[in-house]
Nanobody, 125 residues
Framework: QLQLVESGGGLVQPGGSLRLSCAASGVPFNYYSIGWFRQVPGKEREGVACVSTRDGTTYYADSVKGRFTTSRDNARNMVYLQMNNLKDEDTAVYYC??????????????????WGQGTQVTVSS
């Protein structure tokens, strides 16, 4: 059974850093992409970054470009989201999700069939 588990969330001050991890298990696909999404109450879930496990291709939303970096470790079935220079507006529940189909569009929620349970990131002084 495919399962995604996020970890690494927490409370951090503005300007600080956090690294989220996404552990994938039971994946029946040779190649797939992992997307990172976030959601705050009352707002749509938005995509922030994704990475292809095939070749490491990445894609970022404009709001996080230059601050967030996603990477994968295929040997460990792990994907990471390094978040630097965090801002108050980055506060959200962060989810990782798996897309086994077409890469494009990379941050469209409808492309992702499997989701983790989410981890809270709070940026506050």
């Amino acid at each position: 059974q495919l399962q995604l588990v996020e970890s690494g969330g927490g409370l951090v001050q503005p300007g600080g850093s956090l690294r989220l991890s996404c552990a994938a298990s039971g994946v029946p696909f040779n190649y797939y992409s992992i997307g990172w999404f976030r959601q705050v109450p009352g707002k749509e879930r938005e995509g922030v970054a994704c990475v292809s496990t095939r070749d490491g291709t990445t894609y970022y939303a404009d709001s996080v470009k230059g601050r967030f970096t996603t990477s994968r470790d295929n040997a460990r079935n792990m994907v990471y989201l390094q978040m630097n220079n965090l801002k108050d507006e980055d506060t959200a529940v962060y989810y990782c999700a798996l897309n086994s189909g077409s890469w494009w569009p990379p941050l469209s929620k409808s492309q992702y069939r499997y989701w983790g349970q989410g981890t809270q990131v709070t940026v506050s002084s």
